[in-house]
């Protein structure tokens, strides 16, 4: 019995759910499937689409789930609605970490969970218009920008000071657009016409986030009646000696000026910093159109000047302000060459100016080069623009003389700085390959040169040895007849005295018997010989032969 009973009561509750879904309308619900985030600076809306528009009195409510946990829970705001739209922009959650959502639909019964795609709410954010307040002047108009988002955005907590801004201005009475990129929260419109309308709007972007918002609404003001003293015009810095000397121009006589300076980086800070500019010292109440500071009165840094004209009675509106950037002013100094040669071009290494500590000349600021370089025997100069600091010169000449020097120019287009010339460096390239080839030809030549040179010149001195220095060598008739060492040391001996030894010859056969019978007698002289002073003459020559005879007689005997 009681299993009949466990029986019929479960077939009594299969009915009636089965008869639900009839009560309501004969149809099954379900969750929609086209659930679309939108979130604009702190405000997160969710839109959906009703998965049967014939059902009425449906709601929808959806959960959240953090990244991390398993656990699911009510996203507040999102709970039983029955548009097709909610707004969660009071939870609070980290904006940088993901999040899961989930939808269900709910009348009598529930559909099933539709889970919507994860999302980081950061990166799905939208920029929204940011809030703009105007003031005009005679010929400006100066405009206060509030970051988008809340006074206390959670989305932005951390961009307020990166945002930048573009703004689209234009007469009211024309179509004509001018679109002014890449402003500060506080940015000043010049060279306008008084008692104009001008209108504008304004759109935030953040440029690390790759982030571009929305324009926001438009915005007119009407500029007030010119002024009776024009503020100062053409206002630059330049560097002379040690000091910053500021000039500008003035078309009225009889008036003062004061410069005020400002740090660059507060302009960055979105709250008003009107009151943080401070007066240039030594530049008040001045009555030329320059001033001159020390450059130990301000560090490195970056900083606006702008100068304001008074005769006593009236004063002008502010002038355009003006970047000054001390590291540009003071250190841009010549670069440093460093060349070397090769056989058709040259490396060329851009170093540090000797008085920045050795540190690279681009090291703060995007630098361009202009190198210029031409023949030492010509005045053809050659010019070449370059970003890198290490890079080579082709297509020159073998053994050539080239000079070479260099300045440095900024990127930036309102400055458009230079710095001088570099010293002129002088460097020769090597040879190349032809020119080794002559160079050899030209050493080969030069060798056989000199050796015919050297062949030459001992051929002219053998001809003029011979020809005034004779060989003072017997003839081959006495050396026939005289072959004995000593007679023919006689014959061929000088004396130190300028006195020529002459031997007269009696007879020889008479000498080659005294030869013959006295080869043992070692004491006894074989031969006898007659100095005479020659003087050139020998007309005495029978006498000299008689004496000769009978001295050899007397020797003999």
């Not at 019964?109 to 002047?137: C, M, R």
């Not at 405009?143 to 989305?155: C, E, L």
């Not at 390959?433 to 030069?446: D, E, F, G, R, Y």
């Not at 001992?458 to 081959?476: E, G, W």
């Amino acid at each position: 019995m009681v299993a009949l009973l466990g029986a019929t009561t479960l077939v009594l509750v299969a009915v009636a759910l089965w008869m639900l879904p009839a009560a309501a309308g004969g149809k099954n619900l379900k969750s929609s499937q086209k659930v679309e985030v939108d979130i604009i600076d702190d405000n997160f809306i969710l839109k959906w689409n009703r998965s049967d528009e014939s059902l009425r009195s449906v709601t929808f409510s959806f959960n959240y789930q953090k990244s991390g946990t398993d656990n699911w829970i009510k996203l507040p705001g999102c709970q039983n609605i029955t548009s097709t739209k909610c707004n969660f922009s009071s939870l609070k959650f980290n904006v940088y970490e993901e999040i899961k959502l989930r939808i269900r639909a709910e009348k009598e019964n529930t559909s099933s969970w539709y889970e919507v795609d994860p999302f980081t709410p950061y990166n799905k954010a939208q920029i929204g218009p940011p809030e703009v307040h105007l003031e005009a002047e005679d010929k400006a108009i100066m405009i206060n920008i509030s970051p988008p988002g809340t006074k206390n955005s959670v989305m932005w907590a951390l961009d307020g000071s990166s945002f930048r801004y573009s703004l689209v201005i234009w007469k009211n009475s024309s179509s004509g657009e001018e679109e002014i990129e890449n402003i500060y929260s506080i940015h000043k419109i010049y060279k306008l016409s008084p008692e104009t309308t001008y209108c504008l709007k304004v759109k935030a972007a953040l440029p690390m986030a790759w982030k571009v918002g929305i324009y926001g609404p438009v915005y007119c003001i009407k500029t007030t009646v010119e002024n009776k003293l024009p503020p100062p015009e053409n206002i630059e810095i330049s560097v002379q000696n040690q000091s910053y000397v500021l000039k500008w121009d003035y078309a009225y006589a009889n008036v003062t000026f004061q410069v005020q300076w400002l740090h660059a980086f507060l302009k960055r800070n979105p709250v008003n910093h009107s009151y943080k500019w401070k007066q240039m010292p030594d530049c008040e109440n001045v009555k030329t159109t320059q001033c001159v500071l020390p450059q130990n009165v301000f560090p490195k840094g970056i900083y606006f000047l702008r100068i304001q004209a008074s005769d006593g009675n009236n004063t002008s509106f502010w002038s355009e302000e003006i970047k000054f950037d001390t590291e540009i002013q003071a250190f841009l100094l010549p670069p440093v060459l460093n060349v070397r040669s090769a056989s058709d071009s040259l490396h060329i290494y851009i170093g540090a100016p000797k008085e920045s500590a050795n540190k690279p000349v681009n090291w703060d600021y995007p630098l361009t080069y202009e190198i210029i370089f031409w023949e030492n025997t010509s005045n053809a100069e050659r010019k070449i623009f370059k970003k890198e600091t290490d890079f080579i010169v082709p297509n020159l000449k073998p053994l050539t003389v080239y000079c070479v020097k260099a300045r440095a120019h900024t990127m930036d287009e309102k400055w458009n700085k230079s710095s001088a010339f570099s010293d002129v460096v002088f460097v020769k390239t090597k040879p190349g390959n032809a020119s080794k080839i002559w160079l050899i030809a030209v050493i080969c030549t030069a060798l056989f040169a000199i050796l015919a040179v050297i062949y030459v010149v001992k051929l002219l001195l053998r001809c003029i040895n011979y020809v005034f220095f004779p060989s003072l060598k017997a003839s081959s008739s006495i050396d026939e007849y005289f072959s004995e060492q000593p007679l023919k040391n006689l014959l061929l001996s000088t004396s130190e005295e300028q006195i020529e030894k002459c031997f007269i010859i009696e007879n020889i056969s008479t000498i080659a018997t005294v030869e013959e019978t006295n080869q043992t007698d070692e004491d006894h002289k074989k031969y006898s010989s007659q100095n005479c002073q020659d003087s050139g003459n020998y007309s005495n020559e029978d006498e000299s032969e008689s004496k000769t005879s009978e001295e050899l007689h007397q020797d003999f005997v």
